[in-house]
């Protein structure tokens, strides 16, 4: 495979950008090799500098669920730009968002557009810690909520001490903060709970983790997690970042049936564009200024090119529900072909999926927290991302990353993929 003109981008752009990329995961350090320049994407394929095409799971990480240059949302931002490309005051497109929201996720009533993830988080623990007077949160080892200092905290030692950071720069004083426990382990958050009465504002959890790998909620996980926070009247954050309007028109709360005090949204919303959500309870987003004390503030939220397009990927979801049991059909119709081509391999690695996400694992035990999916291979997990790239078929450079199925994943291109994957783990477990 030719790569030469990626080659020649990658080390220009190490002299300017750090890594020579705007966001880590893109720089394959853990599959090895140099990252792939993409120039253009068109329904399930990427082309990148060197005119290689590839069938794509990644989906830039989960807003393409309609596949790359769809129609609708590109004439939605083509009509928009004609109108200037940002104003910096209420727009009638902002009030459309926040009311499609609204109807959409059922546990929000009231919502506030940011430009990313991460600023949707950051926000949400903000909003949370003031509106209980609390100042500690609980999140779960292996999930990820964007690069907040509260977020990037590493388990303490021991289930019940302060987390430590997990990036330099990031203070002590904000670690102190932040408890961590396994994810599905609904005893380690009583245990928490009880060694800090009163002082929890948040637990904040990936509904179902995808930045582990794909790991589901255990039965009864979400549903302690509700009782506990009923009980201790902390504030349940779903961080719907990647499940929400990937799971169901409703996220993952639609689909599992468990409703949070507050959600963050993300990827999808934007349709491609730079686009964060944060929302909730009426009586706690109320206290966000300048409604209330509680401030955040944006230059670009709710920016009008990004609302067209969030707007019209929204709204075409809303109005075709059916499509989620299409990409559930179509991930279950790939699932079974990789396991079956395993099996006759004699290979039994674990998948777990759920709706339109999925996650090999290098490993034969069950994945239901970060430890067990630490079990991987990760070796072997490189040679099969390199083997089925070198094959047409671009997949998550990590191990601890979910795969996503959008419309444009027809039964042929799964029979393609099969093929590849079939062929690759010949190649890795000869
Ligand atoms: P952003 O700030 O990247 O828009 O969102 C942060 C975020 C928050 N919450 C969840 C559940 C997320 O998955 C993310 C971002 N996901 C990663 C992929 N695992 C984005 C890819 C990247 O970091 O480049």
Known sequence: MKTVKSSELFSKAKEYIPGGVNSPVRAFRAVGGNPLFIKRAKGAYLFDEDDNQFIELINSWGPMILGHGNELIEKSVRE???????????????????????????????????????????????????????????????????????????????????????????????????????????????????????????????????????????????????????????????????????????????????????????????????????????????????????????????????????????KYLNEHPDIYNQLSKQTDYLVKGLKKANNLLGLDYTFNHIGSMFTMFFTNTSVVDFETAKQSDLKKFAEYFQAMLSRGVYMAPSQFESLFISTAISTELADQIILAHTESMKQIHN
């Open 80 to 314: 928009a730009l004609s109108d200037s490309l940002s104003f910096g005051a209420p727009s009638r497109k902002e009030v459309e968002m926040a009311e499609l929201i609204v109807n959409m996720v059922p546990s929000v009533e009231m919502v506030r557009m940011v430009n990313s993830g991460t600023e949707a988080t950051m926000s949400a623990i903000r909003v949370a810690r003031g509106y209980t007077g609390r100042e500690k949160i609980i999140k779960f080892e292996g999930c990820y909520h964007g690069h907040g200092d509260s977020f990037l905290i590493a388990a303490g030692s021991g289930a019940v001490t302060m987390g430590v950071p997990d990036s330099p720069g990031v203070p002590q004083g904000v670690a102190n903060d932040t408890l961590t426990a396994p994810y599905n382990n609904i005893e380690a958050v009583k245990l928490l709970v009880e060694k800090n009465k009163n002082k929890i504002a948040a637990i904040i959890v990936e509904p179902v983790a995808g930045n582990m790998g794909c790991v589901l909620p255990k039965p009864g996980f979400l549903e302690g997690l509700r009782k506990i926070c009923d009980e201790e009247n902390i504030v349940l954050i779903f961080d719907e970042v990647m499940t929400g309007f990937r799971l169901s028109a409703s996220g993952a709360q639609g689909a599992l049936g468990v409703q949070a005090d507050m959600t963050t949204l993300g990827k999808i919303i934007g349709g491609g564009m730079p686009v964060g959500a944060y929302g909730g309870k009426k009586e706690i987003m109320q206290k966000v200024s300048p409604a209330g004390p509680v401030y955040q503030a944006g230059t670009l939220s709710g920016n009008p090119i990004a609302m067209s397009a969030g707007l019209t990927i929204l």
